[in-house]
């Protein structure tokens, strides 16, 4: 069976079965252990009689499809309730209740979504009983069958908040996600105050259902960014007091309601100002340029708007949502510096599990502070934050290849960084993608900015300064990655060449002896390392790889390294069980050539000297080459023979091992597997002539058998 692994984030979906006619639930009905479909039909009638709330994981099929029930004398689907069910086409019972204005199109996602219903058997709105007006009283009073009412729906829409304003009104109810305020602004009209606003704000964390009504409109206010909203039971669409519907939405996104006596007012966030802006077409029309617009109205047609209310423009024509309190959000949220204390000790608890070895070790790490990101790649050695002896607590990040890269929130730019060594470190060896770097100082107007890195650093703290985004502020450029059909292909690049490799059969030959930091891997056109990066927590030995892997190319010691690149997390790759490796066989001559850098060699008829407690000669028909059994602390080294000891020699051995570079000119041996044979006369006789192989010592293949001691098919033989 085969194991997929995907190095981005995945959700991995369990369905739950029936065990039996007992119904023993796989779920609880709880919000955190929600019935399927079929769990909750089976037992729906007893549901209804003990009017429980219960959670189900279901999809939306649709909008009033049942298409049999009306509401308010009418068979718009949009005022229906929308069908719940499973891709088994079963069904969650059926609902008057109706969702507001909503359609299919305003929705983020129909599927898998976590519902909070109350089932019944008469006309009541069993879901929210507290707001007993968001469901239809239009159910028949003797209807007797279990069907529900709604309480809240998750995971169905999220709204983008863009400049960290936006406005929303939408004929339902919605409970305020996390880190946003919302603020409810209503209109009113007093002889005292003449045409007014209020407002009230709702705070996320608590969890507040913001109630849009029909004199009110809902602003959020958050950090640019997409957030989730919880949709409760929904009201009808708001009515005007003179029966002018005014729903969000309709005519192609124009409201042209006719209702004299009232002015509307549209929500504007131009980047220069934010508010209510009146609308100019005789105070009777609105309009909304998409459905999450909001309006307000107000009941007379002057414009004497009463307190602080109003930017004083011959007009009058524009009022400030909150009272001007927030009219300018990021000034007071958004933090104009981010520091990165790597001295900290809470820092560590930043790094997370997925691309962080057990050493914690980084290969590819995202930190956060104040909106900003700093992404970290290893380098010929990953990154790490540790006590030093000399310098305390510090980032440390390797030469070649590591890249830290920082991002600024929407809407901002990055335009400072102070970097601050730990002890007598330096960035003079760094290079960035823009901007000008001074010493310790980076200056520049970036929406991003990315450092490469030529030599060892330890670092402190990084300061960021952020400013508003502007004309003159710059976009981060990505990484170009050189497309690679094979590793071959990808050997052949330059250094420092970042690559989309494709791996076809590829196979795990070896795994370092600490288990992670460097994998060995081969396929039909040549053989690499892949080292220090988050790749090899997904591999093992005698396993086939398919996919593809974002990397950098770096040799090292003859060889070719995969080393990690920032697009590295989004590598998509699928392992497989391998039977056994594809070895190039032959004589240490034979064997012992570029193409097989890297793979799996077989040697036979050998001698085997063991000079040190990890390394050898390997010697044939005169020729040499060196062995490296490893230590188990030598981080590339495979560390495989257990029995290896010092001053040992061994006669006709076979040698199964993986040929690295130990030097530009140079190549070794990594042991797999060593065999060694007996010293007897072989019959020679009993074989057929033409599968017997002669070699002499001096590794040259022989005709005949000569006096001495000869090579045949691997084995010792000696003629006297």
């Not at 004199?215 to 005007?240: E, H, P």
């Not at 509307?264 to 340029?289: H, I, M, P, W, Y």
């Not at 080294?637 to 006709?652: F, M, S």
């Amino acid at each position: 069976m085969k194991k997929i692994y995907t190095l981005k984030m995945l959700a991995l979906m369990a369905g739950m079965l029936l065990t039996g006619a007992g119904h023993a639930w796989a779920g609880d009905g709880t919000k955190t252990s929600p019935y399927t479909v079929a769990e909750l039909n089976a037992q729906k009638d007893a549901l209804a009689t003990s009017g429980a709330t219960v959670w189900v994981k279901a999809d939306l099929k649709g909008l009033g499809v049942d298409g049999s029930q009306t509401v308010n004398g009418t068979t718009d689907a949009n005022e229906c309730a929308g069908l719940f069910g499973d891709a088994a086409d079963n069904f969650v019972a059926y609902s008057y209740q109706i969702l507001g204005g909503l359609d299919m199109a305003d929705l983020t996602n129909t599927k898998d979504l976590l519902i909070g219903l109350t089932y019944g058997t008469a006309g009541h709105p069993y879901g929210n009983t507290e707001n007993p007006q968001y469901a239809t009283d239009y159910e028949a009073k003797t209807v007797t069958d279990a069907h529900f009412s709604l309480v809240e729906v998750h995971n169905a829409l999220s709204v983008n908040i863009e400049n960290g304003l936006r406005g929303y009104h939408i004929s339902s109810s919605y409970i305020v996600p996390e880190k946003v305020i919302a603020v409810k602004v209503n209109a009113g009209y007093s002889a005292t105050k003449g045409a007014y606003v209020t407002y009230s704000n709702y705070d996320g964390a608590d969890a507040v259902p913001a109630v849009t009504s029909k004199d009110a409109a809902l602003v959020l206010m958050a950090k640019s960014g997409t957030y989730d909203f919880v949709l409760t039971s929904a009201l009808y669409n708001q009515t005007i007091s003179n029966g002018n519907a005014m729903s969000p939405g309709t005519q192609a996104g124009v409201n042209a309601g006719t209702t004299k006596n009232r002015a509307r007012f549209a929500f504007v966030n131009d980047g220069g100002k934010a508010g209510f802006q009146r609308n100019s077409d005789e105070n009777c029309t609105v309009t909304l340029q998409q459905k999450s617009d909001v309006y307000l109205q107000v009941s007379s047609q002057e414009t004497n708007f009463y307190g602080n209310y109003a930017w004083e423009t011959p007009e009058k024509n524009w009022i400030t949502w909150a009272g001007g309190q927030y009219s300018d959000y990021h000034a007071q949220t958004q933090a104009t510096e981010a520091v990165f204390d790597f001295a900290s000790a809470s820092i560590r608890t930043d790094i997370g599990t997925t691309m962080t070895d057990v050493k914690g070790f980084i290969y590819n790490e995202k930190f956060t502070s104040e909106g900003v990101s700093l992404q970290i790649t290893a380098g010929s050695a990953p990154s790490r934050i540790y006590n030093d002896a000399n310098r305390g607590q510090c980032l440390v990040t390797y030469k070649d290849y590591t890249t830290l890269t920082f991002k600024a929130p929407e809407g901002y730019a990055i335009t400072k960084i102070v970097f601050t060594a730990a002890g007598n470190s330096n960035i003079k060896n760094f290079t960035c993608s823009g901007g000008t770097i001074n010493d310790m100082t980076w200056t520049g107007n970036v929406e991003g900015v990315r450092f490469k890195q030529g030599g060892t650093t330890y670092l402190a703290n990084v300061i960021v300064t952020l400013a508003a985004k502007d004309a003159s502020t710059t976009v981060l450029s990505n990484l170009g990655y050189t497309e690679c059909a094979n590793i071959a292909a990808f050997n052949a690049l330059a250094a420092g060449t970042y690559a989309r490799v494709t791996l076809t059969d590829a196979e795990v030959t070896g795994i370092s002896a600490d288990g992670y930091s460097t994998a060995f891997i081969q396929d039909a056109t040549g053989g690499c390392w892949i080292q220090y990066t988050s790749l090899n927590a997904k591999l093992a030995e005698k396993t086939k790889v398919n996919g593809f892997v974002y990397v950098v190319a770096r040799p090292n010691s003859g060889n070719v390294q995969m080393k990690e690149a920032e697009a590295t997390v989004n590598s998509e790759i699928t392992v497989s069980e391998l039977s056994d490796y594809t070895v190039a066989e032959g004589t240490i001559a034979e064997v012992n050539v570029p193409a097989n850098l890297n793979k799996v060699v077989k040697i036979s008829g050998a001698t085997l000297e063991e000079t040190s407690a990890t390394a050898g000669t390997l010697t044939q028909g005169g020729v040499t080459i060196a062995v490296n059994n490893g230590a188990a602390t030598a981080n590339q080294q495979l560390h495989k023979i257990a029995e290896w000891a010092k001053d040992t020699k061994l006669e006709n051995v076979t040698i199964v091992a993986i040929l690295v570079g130990k030097s530009a000119t140079e190549n070794q041996l990594l042991p797999i597997s060593i065999t060694t044979g007996g010293t007897g006369i072989a019959n020679v006789h009993a074989v057929d002539v033409d599968k017997v192989v002669i070699y002499n010592l001096q590794g040259v293949r022989m005709n005949q058998l000569q006096r001495g001691l000869n090579i045949v098919n691997g084995k010792k033989v000696v003629i006297k």
